[in-house]
């Protein structure tokens, strides 16, 4: 089992990459409401990595995880709300489709990255008996979850609308 310490820095990585995917996509994006989903996630990200970085902090100091303040958990279920309702609100369907870029390389890496990440903090939270990083854990790992549906969602929708045109058509 590894130590607390090297999965919050190994998870402060992940969100790391995670950022830099979506501001690089972002980059790539006309659409201007498109580009402004991406470029909320790479300030998500960031936000998911001071975050973990503040949490190290106060490891390293204490060798406890502290519990998390209600402010956080309001705001991560403010986020898991906001973009599990973003596809909706924002027709998330309808400006992806218009985008200028190979959009469904960039939908795909983007759930995949979501997923990824979801499932090592859930597996992070499953190696630990610490409570307080289990509920930390499992919280990144709701956050995760929402970034994912909304990409899966609208990965598998183009997908379907891609395998079912005609060709040439």
Request: a negative charge; aromatic letters at 12%; hydrophobic letters at 40%.
């Amino acid at each position: 089992m590894k130590s607390l310490e090297h999965i919050f820095k190994f998870a402060m990585d992940l969100e790391i990459q995670g950022a830099n995917f979506y501001k690089e996509s972002a980059q790539k994006i006309t659409n201007p409401v498109t580009k402004a989903i991406f470029e909320k996630l790479y300030n998500t990200e960031l936000e998911h990595y001071d975050f973990l970085k503040r949490e190290l902090e106060k490891f390293k100091a204490t060798s406890t995880v502290m519990p998390m303040d209600d402010d956080m958990k309001q705001h991560m279920e403010s986020e898991i709300d906001i973009f599990h309702n973003r596809g909706r609100s924002e027709h998330l369907e309808a400006v992806v489709s218009e985008s200028d870029v190979p959009d469904m390389a960039i939908l795909r890496m983007a759930y995949l990255i979501e997923r990824d990440a979801a499932e090592f903090y859930r597996d992070a939270a499953s190696s630990t008996q610490d409570a307080e990083a289990v509920e930390v854990f499992n919280s990144l790992a709701k956050w995760e979850d929402a970034h994912e549906e909304m990409f899966r969602k609208e990965y598998k929708r183009r997908m379907e609308e891609y395998m079912n045109a005609p060709w040439g058509g």
